[in-house]
Each structure stands twice: as structure tokens, then as C-alpha cells.
């Protein structure tokens, strides 16, 4: 089992950063895939970025390519998630999720096992 626990989230102005965090405990996280999910008030739960457990291959939603990185921290045990240049549509919950592994860009979120509580992130003038 791993446990996930997310943080970092706030509230910035559009143009602005923040990085979020996701530690993983009971077990190393450089053995697992790890995606950061977000959810849009009365919207489904989509997918922002994947890393996967080798670090090697990484995959961006096109909403924001360009604009955010995922990386990892095996010493820490820990998944970040730096986003830069934030729009109000980026406004949402963020979670992050694990699987054992296997890394599969097209993976739908059933197919990841452990989830964090996630961490609000609000993008407002």
C-alpha cells in the first residue's frame, strides 16, 4: 500500500505559480506511475500529467503543455507538480494518483489505485 498526501495549493492571480506536492509514504515511490488529476467545479475528473516510475517518459494534457512540469524527488519521496503561467480554467481540485509501475498515457483514472485527498487550487484576479 502507499498513502498519498497532496499540498501546496492556494489561491494566486492569473500569470502566476504554484508548485504542489505529493509524498508518498509506505512504500518508494520511484516504483510507481504517478498522474496529477484535476476536477473543475461541475466538472469530470480529468488528467493533467503523468510521470511515469522509471522518470523517463512524461505525458501533458494539451491545457496545460507548455505551462506546468512534473517531476519527481526519490531522496523526498515525492511528486511535484510546478505550474507556471495559471489561467482561471485552471481552477480546480488536484489530485494526485498512483499505479504500480506501468506506464500508460491513455490509462484512465479507474486505473490508478491510490489517491491523495487533493489540494485546491483557485486562479482569480
Known amino acids: 500500500q502507499v498513502q498519498l498526501v497532496e499540498s501546496g495549493g492556494g489561491s494566486v492571480q492569473p500569470g502566476g505559480s504554484l508548485r504542489l506536492s505529493c509524498v508518498a509514504s509506505g512504500r518508494t515511490i520511484s516504483s510507481y506511475t504517478v498522474a496529477w488529476f484535476r476536477q473543475a467545479p461541475g466538472k469530470e475528473r480529468e488528467l493533467a500529467a503523468i510521470?511515469?516510475?522509471?522518470?523517463?517518459?512524461?505525458y501533458y494534457a494539451d491545457s496545460v503543455k507548455g505551462r506546468f512540469t512534473i517531476s519527481r524527488d526519490n531522496a523526498k519521496n515525492t511528486v511535484y507538480l510546478q505550474m507556471n503561467s495559471l489561467k482561471p480554467e485552471d481552477t480546480a481540485v488536484y489530485s494526485c494518483?498512483?499505479?504500480?509501475?506501468?506506464?500508460?498515457?491513455?490509462?484512465?483514472?479507474?486505473?490508478?489505485?491510490?489517491w491523495g485527498q487533493g489540494t485546491q487550487v483557485t486562479v482569480s484576479s
Open positions: 510521470l511515469s516510475f522509471s522518470g523517463g517518459n512524461t
Open positions: 494518483a498512483a499505479r504500480y509501475k506501468y506506464y500508460d498515457p491513455h490509462a484512465g483514472q479507474n486505473d490508478y489505485h491510490y
